[in-house]
């Protein structure tokens, strides 16, 4: 019934910028706290950056800097804005988030991943 649908990824050269979304379905769902996560080949997966309701946020180190989480309550979205990539950032990104609709909390759900591709 819920779904976190995810774009924005895509094939950038080093120093290039993407921004990513990650929108809760449905006109009744609101995203509460909700981290990015992304899996690198031969790495296991890791947070990225994360995002809680009080609008606290933390980043890995590798990322600090050059990546920046954000939300858009009345859209249900959100975002991670990437500039000065890097190939090491070259990865699957996921979006996690907690998901609330009709003064409820439905569930933690996942997006489906997109593919960000970083070349030198």
């Known amino acids: 019934q819920v779904q976190l649908v995810e774009s924005g990824g895509g094939a950038v050269q080093a120093g290039g910028s993407l921004r990513l979304s990650c929108a809760a379905s449905?006109?009744?769902?609101?995203?509460?706290?909700m981290g990015w996560y992304r899996r690198a080949p031969g790495k296991p997966r890791e947070l990225v950056a994360g995002?809680?309701?009080?609008?606290?946020?933390n980043y890995r180190d590798s990322v600090k800097g050059r990546f920046t989480i954000s939300r858009d309550n009345a859209k249900n979205t959100v975002y991670l804005q990437m500039n000065s990539l890097k190939p090491e950032d070259t990865a699957a990104y996921y979006c996690?988030?907690?998901?609330?609709?009709?003064?409820?909390?439905?569930?933690?759900?996942w997006g489906q991943g997109t593919q960000v591709t970083v070349s030198s």
């Open positions: 995002l809680t309701s009080g609008g606290s946020t």
């Open positions: 449905g006109s009744r769902f609101s995203i509460n706290a």
């Open positions: 996690n988030a907690d998901v609330f609709g009709d003064s409820s909390y439905l569930g933690n759900y």
